[in-house]
C-alpha cells in the first residue's frame, strides 16, 4: 500500500508542476470571475446614476411613486420632466440627461414610447426601469394591495403530478447545473484522462516501465497512477468549484434572479454520485488503450472516438429536453458511457423514475469497476510486447490470466 501512494504520490505532483494544468487550472475560475464581475464594475465605476429625461404628453405619470413598489428601481433624482420635446432635445445634446422619453398623448390606446439618446445608450435595465415606473403610476389609483401583486407578477411553482419533483421561480438551476457539470466534466476527463494516458505511453515507449516493475507490483503501478491523476482531478474541480461559487456570488450582486436560486441539492447529490464512477471509467479506458497500442500517437487516434461516446447527449439535447422519457433517453442512462450526462439534462427537464437512476448508477459503477480491473492485465501483456499492438485476442487471453 506504502508504493501505491508512493506512485499516486509521484505522479500528482509531476503532472501538478506542468505550466499547461497550472494554466488551466487557475485561469478557468479567474476568466469566470472576470465575466461575471464585468458588469458590476461598469455599474460600480459609472458613477452618479444616469439621469433620463421624459416628457408626458398622456398625463399618466405619477411621480409620488418613484422609489416605491414596483418604480424602486427609479429615484426622483434620476428623473428629469420638461414640458416639450423640443425642450427635452436640447437637455439631451447639451449632455443634461442621458436619456428622453417621450409618452404620446394616444398612450393608452396604442401603449408605445418613443425613447432618444445621444452618444451613449442607457442600458436595458433604465428603460426597464422606466416602464415600470409608468405600471406603477397607471396602479397608483388602484387599491394598495392590488398595485403591489400587479407590479411584482405571478410566481409560477410547477410540480409533477406525482408530487415528487417541483420547479420553484428560483428553480433554474435545476436547468443550468447539469449543463455546468457536463462541461466541467468534458474539461476534466480530457485533461487528466489524457495525462493519464500519457503517461503510461510514455513509459511504454521509453522502457521506464520495465525497471519500475521491479520495485513495484503492475497493480500498484497502475492503481497508483490512476489515483495520483484522480487527486489531480479532484484539485482541479474544487478550484473550478471555489471560481464558481465566486463567480456567482459576484453575479448575484446585480442578477436578482441568481440571488433568489435556491441550490438543488439533490441533483447535487446525483451529479457528484455519477461523476466519480464516470471518472473511473474513463482512467480505465485510458490505460486500457495507452497499454495496449505501442505509440501515444496510435493510442490518442482510438481515444478520439471513444471520448465520442461519452459526450453523445451534447449532441442529442434537443431530442432529451423533447421527449426526456423516450425510449433514447432510457436507453443512454442505462448506456455507461452517456449515463452521466443524460441523467443530468433529464433531471432538468422531468421526472426520472428511481428504477432508472439505481439502475444506472449500478451499471456505470460496475463497468467503471471492470474498467480498473482490466486496465493492469493488459497494461502487463502489453509491456511483455514491446513495440507491437495488442490484439483482441491477446488482450481476451491477458484477462484470462494466459500469456
Known sequence: MRRLFLVAGHEYQRFFRRRSFLFSLIGMPVFLILIMGVGELSRVGSGEAETIGYVD????????????GAAEDLRPEELLA?????????????????????VPQDYLRERSLLA????????????????DFIRASLLSAENPQVAERVGEGAELTVQSLQGDREMAPGGFMDVLLPFA??????????????YLLQTVSDEKENRTVEVLTTSVSTNQLIFGKALGLIALAATQ????????????VIAAQFFEPLAAAEVPWVLLGVVVAFFIPSYLLVAGIMITIGSAFPEYKQ??????????????????????????????????????????????????AAVIPLWQLL??????????????????????????????RLDLGESWRALRGGR
Open 57 to 68: 404628453r398622456a398625463g399618466v405619470l405619477e411621480p409620488r411613486v418613484l422609489g416605491t
Open 82 to 102: 420638461f414640458d416639450t420635446e423640443e425642450a427635452g432635445l436640447e437637455a439631451l445634446a447639451d449632455g443634461q440627461v442621458a436619456g428622453l422619453v417621450v
Open 116 to 131: 432618444y439618446y445621444d452618444e451613449g445608450e442607457p442600458g436595458e435595465e433604465v428603460w426597464s426601469a422606466f416602464r
Open 181 to 194: 457539470a457536463g462541461f466541467i466534466f468534458i474539461f476534466a476527463a480530457i485533461t487528466s484522462g489524457g
Open 237 to 248: 474541480l474544487l478550484v473550478w468549484g471555489l471560481g464558481v461559487v465566486a463567480a456567482i
Open 299 to 348: 493510442s490518442q487516434q482510438v481515444v478520439a472516438i471513444i471520448n465520442i461516446l461519452f459526450f453523445i447527449p451534447f449532441f442529442l439535447v434537443t431530442i432529451l429536453f423533447e421527449n426526456p422519457n423516450g425510449t433514447l433517453a432510457v436507453a443512454l442512462s442505462l448506456f455507461p458511457t452517456t449515463a452521466f450526462l443524460t441523467i443530468a439534462m433529464r433531471w432538468g
Open 359 to 388: 439502475s444506472a448508477w449500478a451499471i456505470l459503477t460496475t463497468t467503471a469497476g471492470l474498467s480498473i480491473w482490466v486496465a493492469p492485465k493488459v497494461f502487463r501483456a502489453g509491456m511483455l510486447r514491446y513495440g507491437q
